[in-house]
Every structure is written in C-alpha cells, then in structure tokens.
C-alpha cells in the first residue's frame, strides 16, 4: 500500500530552523510531483511548497526565501527546511504525493505538527 510519513515536527522559538522529512513507500517516487501542505488551527489548508518529479520548485508567498523544498531520490524522501519561523508557521504539516500524469493518483500523509513560540 501507499505511505506517507511525515517527521520531524516539534516546538521551536520564534527565528528557529527546523527541517520536515517526509518518507514514501508504495510509489515510483521519480514519477510523483511533491509537496507541502499547512493547515493552521481554525483555518482551511494551504499549499507551502511543492517540487515536481524534474526538480522545479514553487513557494507560497509567505514562506518564499524563508522554506526549502527537496528530494532525495535514493532514500524516496522529500524535505522541507524551514528557516526563521515565525508563530504564523504554526501548524500541522502535511506531505503531498501526485502523480506527474496520471493525476487522480494521490495521497496525503498523516501530518506532524510545528509549534513555533517562546
């Protein structure tokens, strides 16, 4: 089956840097574009960051210049830096997985939270 798993949440303080893992199982992961969604307590999810399976890579405005969004092909893993967090970073985290053709084929992990404060 399908899996998604998300890790490396936690609290950190308001400046700090954390870096998000996301592990596949059950894809071709070169054949799925990735990405990273955040849904805020209260509010609907939205997108972060994604990457597609050549590379190329798109930010929400309000993470631009701060997030980095990767993938390992060897390891079948996506990453998401996320450099001077603010408390509006707060929120679970969720890794994304679609196939870059076949389009109906996707899946969502579980999600980890991030807790950014003093």
């Known amino acids: 089956q399908v899996q998604l798993v998300e890790s490396g949440g936690g609290l950190v303080q308001p400046g700090g840097s954390l870096r998000l893992s996301c592990s596949t199982s059950?894809?071709?992961?070169?054949?799925?574009?990735m990405g990273w969604y955040r849904q805020a307590l209260g509010k609907q999810r939205e997108l972060v960051a994604t990457i597609t399976r050549a590379g190329s890579t798109n930010y929400a405005g309000s993470v631009k210049g701060r997030f980095i969004i990767s993938r390992d092909g060897a390891k079948n893993t996506v990453y998401l830096r996320m450099n001077s967090l603010e408390p509006d970073d707060t929120a679970v985290y969720y890794c994304?997985?679609?196939?870059?053709?076949?389009?109906?084929?996707?899946?969502w992990g579980q999600g980890t939270q991030v807790t950014v404060s003093s």
């Open positions: 994304y997985a679609r196939h870059s053709i076949l389009r109906d084929y996707d899946y």
């Open positions: 059950g894809i071709i992961f070169s054949s799925y574009d």
